[in-house]
């Protein structure tokens, strides 16, 4: 019975000793991913804004950003309309952005995407996205869903893939 185990390891003695290898560089790989490597493609370090201020990201001058509970004819019941206006010059260059989102910075942590679907005129001047070849300036003006009880402050929060792994974080409060 002996002799046998000693010729299997003999005859996959290549195999183990790429195993001792690959195993623990593949563990290497995955945490270098999921930790250092993929946090340069994606937004996670703020930049803090705070109220009525304006910052240099990504080549554009950003800022001030204010926000302002609205009434609009279609928001439902027990629910309260938050309109956010972001100012945004590009400078000399076009800046491409993330569709901004509305966090509660304090309570439950809440977050909110923007809507369109809440019954405000049609306004070809209101710009809800940032147009990622234009080096004009404008502002983007974006309406917010939250319900009734969201307490603030709140933060809007957007990132331009050519400034991450930081993103925008703009504290306001309706």
């Known amino acids: 019975m002996g002799e046998p185990v000693r010729g299997w390891w003999r005859a996959n003695v290549l195999g183990l000793g790429a195993l001792a290898v690959l195993v623990p560089l593949l563990a290497a790989t995955i945490w270098w991913n999921e930790t250092a490597g993929g946090s340069a493609n994606s937004p996670t370090r703020a930049v803090a804004l705070a109220p009525g201020a304006a910052t240099d990201y990504a080549g554009a001058v950003v800022g001030p950003v204010t926000a302002e509970f609205v009434e609009l004819p279609n928001a439902p019941q027990d629910t309260r309309v938050v309109t956010v ?8 260059r076009a800046f491409a952005c993330t569709l901004p989102v509305l966090r509660e910075v304090g309570g439950d942590a809440r977050q909110w995407d923007s809507t369109s679907d809440l019954g405000r005129a049609p306004d070809a001047d209101r710009r809800t996205y940032c147009d990622p070849e234009s080096t ?4 983007l003006a974006l309406d ?7 307490s603030g402050p709140l933060a809007v929060e957007f990132g331009s893939p050519a400034a991450y792994p930081e993103f925008v974080s703009a504290v306001v409060e309706p």
């Open 136 to 139: 004009a300036a404008f502002t």
């Open 144 to 150: 917010y869903l939250v319900p009734e009880d969201v």
């Open 85 to 92: 206006a972001v100012e945004i010059d590009p400078g000399a």
